[in-house]
């Protein structure tokens, strides 16, 4: 990693420490592993979950005479992320081979690449707030490199009492690393800038950004300096697979290293494991350096190259990105930033939300009702937009049916619950969509609009209670509790506005 200093120190993300301020400097090391149906250099199934050792082919195990060779989607699919990250992509890219010794690595190298990457420098832009005046910090964190490189397998420990297992199912599978330049100062940025990347890679389709599956993780680097002067010695926190433990060792390690400084000790580079039980990193052994691993070209594969027309392709079938969909977004649907950013974080949120649109609902009251209601729904219980129980059709009804008149929007909740309890299952699985404003009807939640029965009821109120009259001849603003006394009267189903009309015209109240 390219360590150049970007940004201008900003006290407010400064950490205080007991002989004054420090700032810290983090940069990301992300492992994506590319959506594809084979590995990076041989026919063996990604189908996660498999057996042990069931996705395994000779070149995987590294047989005698097998030789690798490139898996064209894979390359589709690096360049589509670097497209995406507005990223340089290289015409040309060498792989290399990098050497080391792990049980898991049955070759005794990994096929990576090294000083000639298939991507080049890039950015992303992640958001921050909104702060108390509801205004976001945009703020943009430089690309350093994506290269290709082939998994290892995975060591089990706990299999048996005296002997370590190797599953090579991984072994082979293609990895995107993306490797960030060291321009965050602070763990929210890096949340951010985690959570910004699993996104767009999401949308794009290139990675499934299943990280408890490991399908995507961080190596974080993480160092600590006086602000204003140079970089101070990196430590590596390896294979994080959480947003939030990420941010949990980022404010450790931070801690940990201005505690050694302060008591006049010196940082060691090495890398670090994050035990999330303990909320604490351990060493894990000394960082390498390149020189550690003898890099060289791969004598097995040709240079990598391809020509502008196969960008071209690329880019052209680019699906919109969130930070094109959130501008789309907030300038032709009118919705608020906020508003914007919630629904573009996920592409299978953003696209529910725009099926909604489709079916009728207009924006702001979609935006409104799925980020207020239901969305609190799905998150209380588990769900995702795909896996819960309404479809953007049955939520676009229960919308219209508040915008028509024929509910409240007290009873629009009331009947989000019945439907919740009716439907339970996600609705991709139900073979008949309900029907919901027959379903409505069916419970009785009808709104009263026949301006006869709810006069009737503001007579009865009023006719009731001659000293709260008194009270709002006196002071007119106290005229709601009329309105809520027929609201219960009519078991909510009165349409409030016809209710407060009433009461106001009957009280002889002026507007």
Request: proline share 5%; net charge negative; glycine share 8%.
């Amino acid at each position: 990693m390219t360590l150049v200093d970007v940004r201008t120190p900003d006290p407010k993300r400064f950490i205080p420490g007991a002989t004054g301020d420090w700032e810290v400097i983090i940069g990301l090391e992300v492992h994506a592993q590319v959506l594809s149906n084979s590995k990076l250099f041989s026919g063996a199934s990604t189908e996660f979950g498999k057996a042990p050792n069931a996705n395994v082919s000779l070149v995987d195990a590294a047989m005698p005479g097998m030789l690798p060779v490139i898996n064209e989607e894979c390359v589709r699919q690096a360049v589509r992320t670097g497209l995406g990250l507005k990223a340089q992509i290289n015409h040309r890219s060498i792989f290399d081979r990098k050497n080391y010794f792990y049980p898991d690595l049955p070759q005794g190298y990994q096929i990576s690449q090294y000083k000639d990457p298939i991507v080049g420098e890039g950015k992303i832009v992640i958001s921050l707030g909104p702060d108390r005046q509801g205004n976001f910090e945009d703020i943009e964190i430089g690309i350093e490199r994506l290269h290709l490189e082939q998994d290892a397998g995975k060591s089990m420990h706990d299999q048996h009492p005296t002997m370590s297992y190797v599953d090579l199912n991984r072994s082979g599978v293609a990895l995107m690393e993306i490797v960030s330049k060291p321009d965050m100062r602070s763990s929210d940025e890096a949340k951010a800038y985690m959570t910004k990347l699993r996104s767009i890679v999401r949308y794009l389709g290139t990675c499934d950004g299943n990280m408890d599956e490991g399908s995507m993780r961080a190596d974080v680097n993480v160092s600590v300096r006086r602000p204003g002067e140079g970089f101070g010695t990196r430590c590596e926190i390896k294979n994080v697979n959480s947003i939030r433990f990420m941010g949990q060792a980022i404010e450790y390690e931070a801690r940990r290293q201005i505690g050694i400084l302060e008591d006049g000790g010196s940082i060691d580079q090495e890398t670090r494991l994050f035990d999330p039980g303990k909320g604490e990193t351990r060493s894990m052994r000394s960082k390498e350096d390149a020189h550690d691993y003898r890099y060289f070209p791969d004598p097995d594969l040709l240079p990598l190259e391809f020509d502008n027309e196969f960008v071209g392709k690329l880019l052209a079938d680019l699906p919109e990105l969130p930070d094109d969909k959130k501008i789309r977004f907030v300038k032709d649907l009118g919705l608020s930033v906020y508003d914007a950013s919630v629904l573009v974080s996920e592409k299978e949120t953003a696209d529910y939300f725009e099926e909604m649109i489709a079916k009728g609902a207009t924006p702001k009251t979609a935006a409104n009702w799925l980020i207020n209601e239901y969305f609190g729904r799905l998150n209380s219980s588990g769900k995702t937009v795909q896996t819960g129980p309404f479809s953007p059709s049955a939520n676009s009804t229960i919308i219209s049916m508040v915008s028509d008149g024929t509910i409240s929007s007290k009873m629009a909740k009331d009947l989000a619950d019945a439907l919740w309890i009716e439907i339970s299952v996600p609705y991709s699985e139900v073979a008949t969509e309900i029907d919901v404003r027959q379903f409505a009807e069916s419970r009785g939640m009808k709104q009263v609009t026949d301006t006869g029965a709810i006069e009737k009821a503001v007579d009865e109120i009023i006719a009731a209670n001659p000293d709260q009259v008194a009270k709002v001849l006196a002071k007119p603003t106290l005229a709601g509790w009329f309105v809520g006394q027929v609201m219960k009267a009519t078991g909510g189903k009165a349409n409030p506005q016809a209710v407060q009309a009433l009461v106001k015209a009957k009280l002889g109240i002026e507007d």
